[in-house]
């Protein structure tokens, strides 16, 4: 298990944190986990629809939010009226408002484009969907790195994968794979920059700390905030619990 941190007056510990270590002092607790990490169950408001879905620690799906057939990894949330079918998504991740994953593809090459053709069951009492064209859909499915922002009301089509610390910009239409930590944007997106220069990049893809345990993360976070990208690397990159 790894600690916390040094002395109680440590600067490095959130004032926060702090309180709740005294206050486990007084009560007798001296396991880290009681002192910092809340409850891991996923939180699903009661209005979103989920099917054949797995949810990680701390997940959180908004309100009128619909998922079918979709990982969640620990800690991303999806908000208010996000879609995704087919999809695997990292951990850390922030799905804005709005958002639609795997966008519902349509068999162009048939007579007709219209739902007629694959979900013939709800019109007609006895034709029922079209197994071959769900197949297809279902191998058409979008992956979804770690620590990944998908901005409001953006959009990703089928078979598309976007790479760790990536960003989509508000209303963009992903049409072709993002590379990790770019930023993209527009119809159909395209690249604007990358968020930190390579070689910063590749020591946070070797420190992957979206992998560490929640008390480790915890006593980070008071760094992440206050650290330059570098310096926060060059003080956890040696950290040994």
């Known amino acids: 298990m790894v600690p916390l941190a040094g002395p109680i007056g440590d600067a490095t510990i959130a004032p926060a944190l702090r309180e709740q270590l005294r206050g486990s002092k007084a009560a007798g607790m001296d396991r880290p986990e009681n002192l910092v990490a809340k409850d891991s169950e996923p939180r699903i408001h009661p209005t979103a629809e989920l099917k054949a879905c797995k949810l990680g620690r701390y997940a959180s799906i908004g309100e009128r939010v619909i998922l079918r057939e979709v990982s969640v990894g620990d800690f991303s949330y999806f908000e208010r009226h996000a879609e995704a079918i087919y999809t695997t998504t990292g951990k850390f991740c922030s799905i804005a408002a709005n958002s639609r994953i795997n966008a519902l593809e349509h068999p162009i090459e048939r007579l007709t484009q219209h739902k007629v053709s694959y979900r013939p069951n709800e019109y007609f009492r006895w034709l029922g969907v079209d197994a071959a064209f ?70 946070i893809e070797r420190l992957a700390w979206w992998d560490w345990p929640v008390e480790k993360l915890a006593r980070a976070i008071p760094d992440m905030q206050a650290m330059p990208i570098e310096a926060f690397l060059d003080r956890w990159e040696n950290d040994i619990p």
């Open 134 to 203: 769900r197949e297809r859909r279902r191998a058409q499915t979008v992956s979804i790195g770690h620590d990944v922002w998908i901005g409001h009301g953006a959009v990703i089509m089928p078979d598309v994968s976007i790479g760790n610390g990536a960003i989509v910009g508000a209303n963009a239409v992903v049409t072709r794979d993002v590379p990790s930590y770019a930023i993209v944007a527009g119809v159909p997106a395209s690249p604007l920059r990358q968020r930190f220069a390579a070689d910063v990049a590749s020591r």
